[in-house]
């Protein structure tokens, strides 16, 4: 008997598609594929840390129902979402001679939802996909939406296409190996839902805090309302012309800071989201935007939640405020020169700002780099 | 004054587009871009032989309109298409600091839009991008109807996606460069038109067929018609889940033959589909499809426009039989093993077939290949 706690529709008309989450579904994976895509063959990919932890649940499925696979499996960590993996990700479906109408797996993080997704969009023009998010960030954000990609020495996911999958299986228990510094990087995301457009949802994260660590059934309705909330938001613009913008909330400074360490272990993504939050914040404050006040509650769950909210909870040593503004300006949320934030008027409250001044993005960083 | 002898309008809903056949209209593509596009950047992808023999005319035309580009050229032939040089077009755009806003041009044959139009689909998740093609298989098949890709060691055109160009631009005099046996070898995507199912035309080019190659107004002409037949097509089927794949008569013979002379010198991509066209219709006839007769005038009509014919007509030696039933295995037309062919029912009358039966191809080569 599968168990299915949440599913989430995603209604994109002809690319609509389910996301179901329980704790067991990749050992259910088995009959739910047979069951929805009869007759097809699959390409599994993910990481070696995935390969060892969780991929033998979805085997022993894919063997007991007699599903027919071949499994690709990379080196894990934010550098594998590279021209070259792709490259052997696309060699490695076409030697395996899956066809148009077979499906690619990603089991894994969002490195491999991102890299296995734009793979399965380009082979043969396109092949379809499932997700089988095991991380938390991939479970409450990158496996929904059909954003996939790979990076450039330019920057990241520079390099992708909106190709959404056919179906995602958060498995909840898949979680439960997953390191600690991870799981926490990924609540950055969760939090981040509460803190664009729902003050409710941040309220009950702030009661729930504990048990979605810890693993009850408040961890299932947290991925549930992030994936219902991403749903809703990709529903609305699917291509990011708009109000999807409003996901990047702490991303243009987050991205700035994994540039600057280099996409390491020194900071991992939403770690980087965590701190471009606070920011985020104190910048609304400081252009008189938000009141001051929320600052010290964002900073504060994100703190219980174990997450760096400053600059200065970086290890090492940061670049320049140069540097940062660089990347900044790089970023791929830049339009003609202006620069576009993602500020608010408080919790529950952001707005995209496509015209912010770089001089006071300049002054503000200096201040914050002040010890 | 912009002279324009023919649009042909491609009716995609939000992904139409307009096709212009002119003599002068890499000259005039500044006006032309700055009028359709105001306010973009440029990123001009080529290759070296046509950045000797055409850039200049465009580049011209754009720094008098005052229009800001920078230029990617690329080697020449079909090995270009290469996943190393999907990167470097990519990194070029990024490094050019293109924006998603700014659009790519594709000046060249084939190869050059393929490949670029692959580039833009991808570059930050899709930039716009122009067609301006220069060879004539490039006017009149691969520039219309967004495909584009690039080669796997696996096989031709096995990674790509479908990403309509927002223009083309076919200037008629830009073949007056072009070598003749390449002409030819575009000349004879021309003849598949006819043959596919306009009978007709198919008259008309046997006609026409001198004033097509010395370059009087019958080259614009059928330029148009063809441009006409392709967008039809299209329009009925963008992505190739049903009549789009009549387009690829002669080619299941074609890219086995291509690929059996390592996509050399030995035989251009339209050489195979001439000889390709004139096995499906000497196949077909085998099989009781389609009166003999009509072998005879394909197969002459081929001969004056000086394209080979027959499979003694490929220079060196040939694989074995069974290396191109191999070939003919791994094309992508190929579903779930059985084989998928384009046959005809005599001039005019493709139609697909998706059963054929392996050993009847099998023995039909073998006895094509005795002398
Ligand atoms: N496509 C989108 O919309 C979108 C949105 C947000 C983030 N992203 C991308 O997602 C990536 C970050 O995702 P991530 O944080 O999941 O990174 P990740 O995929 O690298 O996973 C983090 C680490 O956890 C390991 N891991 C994953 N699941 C595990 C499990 N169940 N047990 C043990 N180890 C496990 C992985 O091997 C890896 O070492 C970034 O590349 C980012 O750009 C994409
Ligand atoms: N996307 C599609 O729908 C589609 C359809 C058919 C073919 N194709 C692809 O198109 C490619 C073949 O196209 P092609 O025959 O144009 O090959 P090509 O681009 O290699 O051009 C042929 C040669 O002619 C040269 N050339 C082009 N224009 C010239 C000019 N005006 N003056 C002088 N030299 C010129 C090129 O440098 C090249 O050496 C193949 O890769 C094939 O797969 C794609
Ligand atoms: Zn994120
Ligand atoms: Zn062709």
């Not at 329980?22 to 009869?38: E, Y």
């Not at 703190?303 to 200065?312: G, Q, V």
Request: aromatic content about 6%; some cysteine; charged content about 25%.
């Amino acid at each position: 008997m599968t168990r299915i706690d949440h599913t989430v529709h995603v209604a994109l008309g002809e690319r609509a598609y389910d996301i179901l989450i329980g704790p067991t579904l990749l050992d259910d994976a088995g009959p739910i594929l047979a069951d929805r895509f009869p007759g097809r063959r699959y390409g599994i990919v993910t990481d070696r840390t995935v390969a060892e932890a969780q991929l033998p649940r979805l085997t022993r499925s894919l063997d007991a129902a007699g599903l027919g696979y071949d499994t690709i499996v990379l080196p894990a960590g934010e550098s594998t979402k590279s021209y070259a993996n792709l490259e052997t990700v696309i060699e490695g479906l076409l030697a395996a001679r899956l066809e148009r109408g077979d499906l690619v797996i990603a089991l894994g993080g969002g490195v491999i939802g991102d890299l296995a997704g734009f793979a399965a969009a380009i082979t043969r023009r396109g092949m379809d996909f499932v997700q089988m998010p095991t991380s938390l960030l991939a479970q409450v954000d990158s496996s929904v939406g059909g954003k996939t990609g790979i990076n450039s020495p330019h920057g990241k996911n520079l390099v992708g296409a909106f190709h959404q999958p056919k179906l995602v299986l958060a498995d909840l228990s898949a979680l439960d190996t997953l390191p600690k510094r991870q799981f926490a990087a990924g609540y950055a995301e969760v939090a981040k839902y509460g803190l664009i457009d729902d003050p409710d949802f941040f309220d009950w994260l702030d009661i729930n805090l504990d048990e979605i660590f810890a693993g009850g059934p408040a961890r299932g309705e947290a991925v549930a309302r992030c994936c219902a909330h991403k749903a809703r938001v990709v529903i609305e613009d699917e291509k990011e012309n708009g109000v999807r913008a409003l996901l990047n909330l702490g991303h243009t400074f987050g991205h700035a800071l994994e540039k600057d360490t280099g996409y390491s272990d020194r900071l991992l993504h939403g770690e980087g989201v965590a701190i471009g939050m606070v920011l985020a914040h104190t910048f609304s404050a400081r252009l008189g935007l938000a009141p001051g006040q929320d600052i010290g509650r964002v900073t504060s769950h994100l703190k219980r939640a174990d997450l760096p909210t400053t600059l200065a909870d970086i290890p090492g040593t940061l670049g320049t405020t140069d540097t940062l503004m660089t990347a900044i300006a790089q970023d791929k949320k830049v339009q003609r020169g202006a620069l576009t934030f993602i500020l608010t008027h408080g919790i529950g409250k952001a707005f995209i700002e496509r015209n912010v001044d770089p001089d006071k993005v300049r002054t503000f960083l200096e201040e914050m780099r002040a010890p």
